[in-house]
C-alpha cells in the first residue's frame, strides 16, 4: 500500500525533526519573566560548592535520579509525610541521594526575585549543569520550561533507576528505555569522575569480582571490611574525585572501577572501544558527555499547563 507508507514516511521524518521532548524546552522560557534565573542559580551553586566540593556531584546524581523516575519532573524533591509516599525513601535514594536543602535554598533565592515562576525541575536541571561547570566539566545549554509534578512514584523509582550489581545488558536496557542509547549511557556514567560512594554499593565487586586491579581492591577493603561499615565512604573515581575529567575511563581500562556497574563498561563488552576513545580524548568525552545530559534532561517533562509551579520544592501546592 503507496499510502501507507507514504504516511509511514511522514510519520518518522516529523519523529526525526520534533523530538517529541526536546521540542518543547527552551533555553529563553524564562528570559523576560525571570531575567536573572541563571546567575542567581550559578552564584547559589557556587557557594554549596565552595562550602563542599561533594555538592557538585550530589546535585548531578539528584538530577539523574530525577528524571529517570517519570521525567525530569522534580518528583524525587516531595518529601514523604504521613499520608504521602513520595521517592526519596525508594531503595537507590535512601540515605543516599543527598543536596535537597541545596535546591531548597536556590529556590528561596530565586522566589526572592520572581515570585512563582520558575520550577524546581528548571532549578535542579540548571543547578546540575553548574556544579559540573564548577568542578572542570564541560558546559552545555540547558532547556527550560518544565513543569513540577504533583504526584512521585518509589515504586517506579525502585524499578527504573540502574543498581550498582548491574550487568552492561541491564544498564543498556534501563537507558534505553528512557530513550538514551548505549553510548549515551556510557557518556553520563562518566559523571562517576566524582562524587562517592558507600561500601555497601562496592562491597561484592571488591571481594568477589575477578575483573578488578588487585591493589586497587586491597586499597579499598582496608576501609570497607568484609562485614560492616556499611556506609564508609570511598571516591568513584581514585585518580581525582573532587575534579570533572575522563579519569574515570583511565581507571576502567585499569580495572579501577569501583562500582560493578562501573567495570562492566570495559569488560570485553560492547562498550569497550568507547571507553578507550574517551581515555584518548577528554574533549570527546565532554561533549558526549554534554549532548547526552541535554538528553536526559529532556525525558518525558511535564510542560505548558500540566503540573504546577511549585512554590515550595518539598511539597505540592496547597
Ligand atoms: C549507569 C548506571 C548507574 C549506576 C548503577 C549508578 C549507581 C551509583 C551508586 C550506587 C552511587 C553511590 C551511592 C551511594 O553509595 O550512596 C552513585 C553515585 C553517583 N552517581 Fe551514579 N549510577 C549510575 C549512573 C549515573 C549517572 C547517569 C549519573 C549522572 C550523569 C551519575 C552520577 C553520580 C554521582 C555524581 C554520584 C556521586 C554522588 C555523591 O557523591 O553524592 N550516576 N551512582
Ligand atoms: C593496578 O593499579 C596500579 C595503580 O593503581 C598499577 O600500578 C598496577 O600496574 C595495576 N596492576 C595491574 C595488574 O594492572
Ligand atoms: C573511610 O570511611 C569514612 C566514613 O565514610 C570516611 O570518612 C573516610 O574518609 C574513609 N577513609 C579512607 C582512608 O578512605
Ligand atoms: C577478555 O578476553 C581476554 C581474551 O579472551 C581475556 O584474556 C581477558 O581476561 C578478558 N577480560 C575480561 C575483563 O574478562
Ligand atoms: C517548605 O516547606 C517545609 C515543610 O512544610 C518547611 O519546613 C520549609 O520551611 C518550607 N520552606 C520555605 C522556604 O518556606
Same mark, same amino acid.
Given at each position: 500500500m503507496a499510502s501507507t507508507s507514504f504516511l509511514a514516511i511522514i510519520f518518522l521524518l516529523s519523529i526525526i525533526?520534533?523530538? !517529541? /521532548?526536546? !521540542?518543547?524546552?527552551? /533555553?529563553?522560557?524564562? /528570559?523576560? &519573566?525571570?531575567?536573572? $534565573? $541563571?546567575?542567581?542559580?550559578?552564584?547559589?551553586?557556587?557557594?554549596a560548592v565552595a562550602r563542599e566540593t561533594r555538592m557538585a556531584a550530589s546535585i548531578l546524581r539528584l538530577? @539523574?535520579?530525577? =528524571?529517570?523516575v517519570n521525567g525530569c519532573d522534580g518528583s524525587i524533591l516531595l518529601d514523604d509525610t504521613p499520608? @504521602?509516599?513520595g521517592e526519596q525513601n525508594a531503595l537507590p535514594n535512601r540515605n543516599s541521594v543527598r543536596g @535537597?536543602?541545596?535546591?531548597?535554598?536556590?529556590?528561596?533565592? +530565586?522566589?526572592?526575585? =520572581?515570585?512563582? &515562576?520558575?520550577? =524546581?525541575?528548571?532549578?535542579? !536541571?540548571? !543547578?546540575? #549543569?553548574?556544579?559540573?561547570?564548577?568542578?572542570?566539566?564541560?558546559?552545555?545549554? +540547558?532547556?527550560?520550561?518544565r513543569r513540577d509534578a504533583t504526584t512521585a512514584s518509589q515504586s517506579t523509582a525502585n524499578s527504573d533507576l540502574p543498581a550498582p550489581s548491574s550487568s552492561l545488558a541491564t544498564l543498556v536496557s534501563k537507558f534505553a528505555a528512557k530513550g538514551l542509547s548505549a553510548r549515551d549511557m556510557t557518556a553520563l556514567s562518566g559523571g562517576h569522575t566524582i562524587g562517592q560512594a558507600q561500601c555497601q554499593n562496592f562491597r561484592l565487586h571488591i571481594y568477589n569480582d575477578a575483573n578488578i586491579n588487585t591493589s586497587f581492591a586491597a586499597l579499598r577493603r582496608a576501609n570497607c571490611t568484609a562485614s560492616g561499615g556499611d556506609t564508609n565512604l570511598a571516591p568513584l573515581d581514585v585518580q581525582s574525585p573532587n575534579a570533572f575529567g575522563n579519569d574515570y575511563y583511565q581507571?576502567?581500562?585499569?580495572? #579501577?572501577g569501583l562500582l560493578h556497574s562501573d567495570q562492566e563498561l570495559f569488560n570485553n563488552g560492547t562498550q569497550d572501544t568507547l571507553v578507550r576513545q574517551y581515555v584518548r580524548s577528554r574533549a570527546l568525552f565532554f561533549s558526549d558527555f554534554a549532548a547526552a545530559m541535554v538528553k536526559m534532561g529532556a525525558i518525558s517533562p511535564l510542560t505548558g499547563t500540566n503540573g504546577e509551579i511549585r512554590l515550595n520544592c518539598t511539597k505540592v501546592n496547597s
Open positions: 525533526s520534533f523530538p !517529541a /521532548s526536546e !521540542a518543547q524546552l527552551s /533555553s529563553t522560557f524564562y /528570559s523576560r &519573566t525571570c531575567p536573572n $534565573l $541563571l546567575p542567581i542559580v550559578r552564584s547559589s551553586m557556587a557557594r538530577f @539523574f535520579h530525577d =528524571c529517570f499520608t @504521602f509516599t @535537597f536543602e541545596v535546591i531548597d535554598t536556590i529556590k528561596s533565592n +530565586v522566589e526572592a526575585a =520572581c515570585k512563582a &515562576t520558575v520550577s =524546581c525541575a528548571d532549578i535542579l !536541571a540548571l !543547578a546540575a #549543569r553548574d556544579g559540573v561547570v564548577l568542578v572542570g566539566g564541560p558546559t552545555w545549554t +540547558v532547556g527550560l520550561g581507571n576502567l581500562v585499569g580495572f #579501577r
